[in-house]
């Protein structure tokens, strides 16, 4: 799987609506994808968490959001970008796939400090990492 499908890869499975453990989730460190073709930083935006892709297999240095339904948009990098965002108490969570430019919306987001799960128990398990020796620019 390549690493544009990062952050929808299985959210096609997704348990939509589970309950999220605002306690446990954490709003920083850097997280690799169950298929580990990426890894996102968590963040604090605004009053929400994001997770920034920093790094992504395969991704080319200023690669631009071509597949984005939006033309004014198609020009900002993929690296950086905010492709997943969530409440702080995990709801209301969506996922931005850049190679497809779709955005799923209304799943929740558990977790610990070494682990995100997205869409409950039929969902994702993004387990925690370092930061990666080399970020995508």
Do not use: H
């Not at 096609?12 to 954490?26: E, I, M, Q, Y």
């Not at 631009?64 to 033309?71: K, L, S, V």
């Not at 948009?73 to 905010?82: F, K, L, N, T, V």
């Amino acid at each position: 799987m390549r690493w544009t499908d990062l952050a929808l890869a299985a959210l096609a499975t997704l348990s939509f609506g589970s309950a999220a453990s605002a306690a446990a989730l954490p709003d920083s460190g850097y997280f690799i994808t169950q298929d580990k073709s990426g890894i996102v930083k968590l963040e604090p935006c605004g009053s929400n968490i994001c997770g920034v892709l920093v790094w992504g297999e395969g991704l080319k240095d200023g690669e631009t959001d071509q597949a984005n339904p939006n033309p004014a948009r198609r020009s900002r990098p993929i690296c950086g970008m905010a492709v997943l965002t969530f409440a702080r108490s995990g709801d209301n969570a969506s996922a931005y796939d850049p190679a497809t430019g779709k955005t799923e919306r209304g799943f929740a987001v558990t977790g610990d400090a070494s682990r995100l799960v997205l869409g409950g128990s039929e969902g994702e398990t993004w387990p925690k990492t370092s930061q990666p020796s080399q970020r995508c620019r």
